[in-house]
Nanobody
Framework: QVQLVESGGGLVQAGGSLRLSCVAS????????MGWYRQAPGKQRELVAA???????NYADSVKGRFTISRDNAKNTVYLQMNSLKPEDTAVYYC????????WGKGTLVTVSS
């Protein structure tokens, strides 16, 4: 079993910034596929940003140029730096990591006010 714990969500005004963190209970050194998803009220969960199996990063078109995913293997942590936030970024943000199977955190709520 792997636990993923997200933090860093909160209420921010449009144009502001937040940094989300996801700490894994096991080393992420060899985890290639790991990233962030979000789910807004009444909508399906969608990919925000992720590290792919090829070692690249993948971003949703809606966040390109505003969000940056990064990782610190020594801290078993993946980050999501979110800048120039918009009200439409409001959602619960989930961390996902693929070890022997996919694991999800419980999410952290991001609310962007206009």
């Amino acid at each position: 079993q792997v636990q993923l714990v997200e933090s860093g969500g909160g209420l921010v005004q449009a144009g502001g910034s937040l940094r989300l963190s996801c700490v894994a209970s096991r080393t992420i050194f060899s985890v290639n596929v790991m990233g962030w998803y979000r789910q807004a009220p009444g909508k399906q969960r969608e990919l925000v940003a992720a590290f792919t199996s090829g070692g690249a990063t993948n971003y949703a078109d809606s966040v390109k140029g505003r969000f940056t995913i990064s990782r610190d293997n020594a801290k078993n942590t993946v980050y999501l730096q979110m800048n120039s936030l918009k009200p439409e970024d409001t959602a619960v943000y989930y961390c996902n990591a693929y070890y022997d199977m996919g694991y999800w955190g419980k999410g952290t709520l991001v609310t962007v006010s206009s």
